[in-house]
């Protein structure tokens, strides 16, 4: 079993940054993924970005490239989503996931194992 557990979340206004943040803990694969999805209310849960833990390849969302960093920090098993000049597009719970094993960065929920509780973002105008 694997736990993610996901912090970082708030209130801000437009053009803000913010930084999320998602530890892993429990039995790890020596390769996997790990990433972010976003769910607004009445919509899908959409793909923002992934990292692979090993090699350390990433994938963003269209809509978020340029604007969001993804990174992991190994020693900490954990992986950080830095959000900079946020819209109030953007507003959504940000759920953290991780997929065991792969060679590829999937961009479908249903293709990850395992996922946090999520965290509130919201941008105001």
């Known amino acids: 079993q694997v736990q993610l557990v996901e912090s970082g979340g708030g209130l801000v206004q437009a053009g803000d940054s913010l930084t999320l943040s998602c530890a892993a803990s429990?039995?790890?694969?020596?390769?996997?993924?790990m990433g972010w999805f976003r769910q607004a209310p009445g919509k899908e849960r959409d793909f923002v970005a992934a990292?692979?833990?090993?090699?350390?390849?990433?994938d963003y969302a269209d809509s978020v490239k340029g604007r969001f960093t993804i990174f992991r920090d190994n020693a900490k098993n954990t992986v950080y989503l830095q959000m900079n000049s946020l819209k109030p597009e953007d507003t959504a719970v940000y759920y953290c996931?991780?997929?065991?094993?792969?060679?590829?960065?999937?961009?479908?929920?249903?293709?990850?194992?395992?996922w946090g509780q999520g965290t509130q973002v919201t941008v105001s105008s």
């Open positions: 990292v692979m833990w090993s090699g350390g390849n990433t």
């Open positions: 429990g039995r790890m694969f020596s390769r996997y993924a």
């Open positions: 996931a991780l997929k065991l094993g792969g060679w590829s960065i999937p961009s479908t929920a249903p293709l990850y194992d395992y």
